[in-house]
């Protein structure tokens, strides 16, 4: 039996040279700009957090309605609304700033490449942020988004020329709508990305059968939630086989013993979306969990989990 130290064992987890206390991180969209979850949750106890997808202006998303719930999981089509990568940087990361120990990585979204870099130059120059987490895969828009996703010749232009003006490491988030998402993994790599984070959610349907009408207004949407979680974890263990860059895991996770099994499945860190609508503690909580599960079982530095599942 290994020891864990006296304080229990080890939760750091580094990417991309960047250390977090915990590998249990808020996903983007699920939690607003951070500072909404201040009274809520200790934010400099969970790993970090993702802001909801920035973009060059504000946007006001898709009509409602727009959040459904399924059989476990939801679906959502908000469409990228935003108060846009400028009212983030003068309004919300000032008081962030404020807050010790907390980790801000920055979600960007854009319509065109040159939109996305233009997110990224205006970011550079805050401080305050650590990384950036590159949408690649919103499946809620109709251009942009999912469509550089999906193409590998587009993820590469766009992860590339993004890759060259970021002044601080890149992750490229993944769309899970593809036929090989380790290639795309490694297509990303290959354009330079420092890590990968996946999976953002799955282009879905759902129709009243009474109206006979699609139950959210955009017609299609994004599934999430615990009904996703075995096909992400079998997408990042793909992933873990096809590049060396660190790969954020996420999709359904609701306890600790689910980021658990995507970390074995090969993932370095973990993201947690759906879960926090249930419960907006459920970040911290699961972070909180996820130490007592690894001192119950003899793991003195969680890292050691990484990418060891016997398959
Ligand atoms: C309401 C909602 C909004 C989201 N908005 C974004 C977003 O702005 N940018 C992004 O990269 N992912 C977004 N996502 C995707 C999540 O970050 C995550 O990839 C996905 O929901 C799977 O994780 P989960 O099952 O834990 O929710 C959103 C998800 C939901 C449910």
Not at 54 to 72: D, F, H, K, Q, V
Not at 152 to 170: M, Q, T, W
Request: net charge neutral.
């Amino acid at each position: 039996m290994r020891p864990t130290g006296p304080k229990g064992p080890d939760m750091r987890v580094t990417i991309a040279g960047v250390e977090l206390c915990s590998p249990v991180i808020a996903a983007s969209g699920t939690f607003g700009y951070g500072i909404e979850f201040e009274d809520i949750l200790s934010l400099d106890r969970i790993g970090a957090f993702v802001t909801k997808g920035l973009s060059r202006e504000p946007m006001a998303g898709n009509p409602s309605p727009r959040i459904i719930e399924t059989a476990a999981g939801m679906m959502n089509a908000i469409g990228l609304q935003n108060m846009g990568v400028h009212a983030f940087i003068a309004e919300k990361l000032p008081k962030l700033r404020k807050i010790k120990g907390v980790v801000t990585i920055a979600n960007v979204f854009g319509f065109t490449i040159e939109d996305c870099i233009e997110v990224i130059h205006a970011l550079n120059d805050a401080p305050g942020i650590a990384m950036y987490e590159l949408n690649a895969s919103c499946p809620n828009t109709s251009h942009g988004g999912m469509v550089f996703g999906t193409n590998h010749e587009l993820l590469f232009d766009l992860a590339s020329r993004c890759r060259a003006v970021s002044k601080r490491p890149l992750i490229v988030k993944l769309s899970p709508n593809v036929t090989s998402i380790g290639l795309m993994a490694r297509v990303a790599a290959d354009a330079g990305a420092d890590a990968v984070s996946l999976v953002n959610t799955f282009l879905s349907l759902a129709i009243d059968p009474e109206t006979r009408r699609p139950r959210i207004a955009n017609v299609t949407g994004g599934l999430s939630g615990p009904a996703i979680k075995p096909i992400a974890v079998r997408m990042v263990n793909e992933v873990s086989r096809s590049v060396r860059i660190p790969i954020l895991g996420m999709g359904g996770i609701v306890r600790a013993e689910d980021a658990v099994e995507f970390m074995l499945a090969g993932a370095t860190a973990v993201q947690v979306g759906t879960a926090s609508y249930a419960d907006p503690r459920a970040v911290e909580n699961i972070a909180n969990n996820l130490k007592k599960w690894c001192a119950s079982h003899h793991i003195p530095r969680v890292s050691e989990l990484t990418g060891t599942a016997i398959l």
